[in-house]
T-cell receptor, first 116, second 110 residues
């Protein structure tokens, strides 16, 4: 019944080695988000897709990129992870279709990234 | 930049007591939502209140919104140990963009 699925749940990567986090959804929602959450902090929006339109937050580092090849999948690419990028990365979706009854965000369980 | 600030940052109560968390935000909003996060997990939506609403109930949850003060509160009545979690408010000021507050860590002691 999982609706927003993130893989893997835990990812360890080396300093400077590119890493990709994955998110898939079965909700057919047109908006997908990536949030970064550091320990005991609020989730911080990195970027979101409205359909295929990519919307980057002004303070998201260039080191973070995203791809959305189709409605169901979205990827977060960290080109050169630094120690400060260790965090929980949360994928979320919402529906902005015409007449959508529910507009809240649905979250995956997150991927905890460790940089060594 | 973060939209919401919540207080208290941490709250510890006994089972059966009520828990109140407050959220303040900075700009005008379309709606405000509350989410719950268990340790190390994703966020789960609890309740949404639109900018033209003042109060909303869902089970043991009661949310109020005061747009003149740019603040909201979440009340959990008759708390249970299973309510132990972090609670975040999220505002939607730009369409379909959710910005989260700093969160309140609630601990309910059995």
């Amino acid at each position: 019944d999982a609706m927003v699925i993130q893989n893997p749940r835990y990812q360890v990567t080396q300093f400077g080695k590119p890493v990709t986090l994955s998110c898939s959804q079965t909700l057919n929602h047109n908006v997908m988000y990536w949030y970064q959450q550091k320990s005991s902090q609020a989730p911080k929006l990195l970027f979101h897709y409205y359909d295929k339109d990519f919307n980057n937050e002004a303070d998201t580092p260039d080191n973070f990129q995203s791809r959305r090849p189709n409605t169901s999948f979205c990827f977060l690419d960290i080109r050169s992870p630094g120690l400060g990028d260790a965090a929980m990365y949360l994928c979320a979706t919402s529906s902005r279709a015409m007449g959508a009854r529910r507009t809240e965000a649905f979250f995956g369980q997150g991927t905890r990234l460790t940089v060594v | 930049s973060q939209q919401g600030e919540e207080d208290p940052q941490a709250l510890s109560i006994q089972e059966g007591e009520n828990a109140t968390m407050n959220c303040s935000y900075k700009t005008s909003i379309n709606n405000l939502q509350w989410y719950r996060q268990n340790s190390g997990r994703g966020l789960v939506h609890l309740i949404l209140i639109r900018s033209n609403e003042r109060e909303k109930h869902s089970g043991r949850l009661r949310v109020t919104l005061d747009t003149s003060k740019k603040s909201s509160s979440l009340l959990i009545t008759a708390s249970r140990a299973a309510d132990t979690a972090s609670y975040f408010c999220a505002t939607e000021s730009t369409p379909y963009k959710y910005i989260f507050g700093t969160g309140t860590r609630l601990k309910v002691l059995a």
